[in-house]
């Protein structure tokens, strides 16, 4: 004869572990789709010098300067985006909408392999103390 509350704990312990079971699987697909976003170009990182294209100095890991035509070069302006996806910081030059407003210090989001994928600002800089 099975004790009654053994035949209550069965199922529970049951939904318990298909909870667990279910929220562990759920944080694995967040994982690769992130691997999978910084696979295809995807960076989130601070703007740190705003700019037309010749007068940005420094190069990046990668570059739109470099794959874009001459008419882009001359009318647009260019950011450096900073990123710390890898834990070292690199540097990758993207190339502005003449629309988005961006100052230094800003965190956004965009693609650095995709030349001129539209930047989304996801915290802007905050104003010094003083």
Known sequence: MEHP??????????GILGVAVSI?????????????????????GEIVEIGRATEIQRSGRTD???????????????????????????AHIVMLDPETSLELGDIVSTNVVRCGTPIR???HARAPHG
Do not use: M
């Not at 509350?5 to 049951?14: K, L």
């Open 5 to 14: 509350v053994v035949g209550i704990a069965r199922p529970v312990a049951t």
């Open 64 to 90: 739109c300067r470099k794959t874009v035509s001459p008419n882009e070069l001359a009318l647009n302006r260019f950011a450096i985006l900073a990123d710390r996806s890898t834990g070292q910081r690199h």
């Open 121 to 123: 600002v996801l915290s």
């Open 24 to 44: 562990g699987l759920s944080g694995c697909a967040g994982f690769y789709q992130q691997h999978r976003d910084f696979q295809n170009g995807w960076r989130t």
